[in-house]
């Protein structure tokens, strides 16, 4: 079955940098496009970014020009880098990606941004 596993999450200092992980199994990775999102306390889960299968990447307004999506097909693994944290990016971070028309979600993973 599909699985996403998210990791690389933590606390971070305002200003500072983290990288997420997501290991995909169950999906022919290389073809799949994959998505990072996220969920504040008290707010609806919002789209981060993607990247497609041709490495074509799209940021919502909020990240573009701090975070970057990358995949490494070899090890089935998408990554969020994310720069010039700031606490509004506080949040679980989740993976998607979608097959068949059902989207698959990793558990999540914490971003705490604080001084």
């Known amino acids: 079955q599909v699985q996403l596993v998210e990791s690389g999450g933590g606390l971070a200092q305002p200003g500072g940098s983290l990288r997420l992980s997501c290991a995909a199994s169950?999906?022919?990775?290389?073809?799949?496009?994959m998505r990072w999102y996220r969920e504040a306390p008290g707010n609806q889960r919002e789209v981060v970014g993607s990247i497609t299968s041709s490495l074509y990447t799209n940021y919502s307004d909020s990240v573009k020009g701090r975070f970057t999506i990358s995949r490494d097909n070899a090890k089935k693994t998408v990554y969020l880098q994310m720069n010039s944290l700031k606490p509004e990016d506080t949040a679980v971070y989740y993976c998607?990606?979608?097959?068949?028309?059902?989207?698959?979600w990793g558990q999540g993973t914490q971003v705490t941004v604080s001084s």
């Open positions: 169950g999906i022919i990775f290389r073809l799949a496009a």
């Open positions: 998607n990606t979608m097959l068949g028309g059902t989207n698959y």
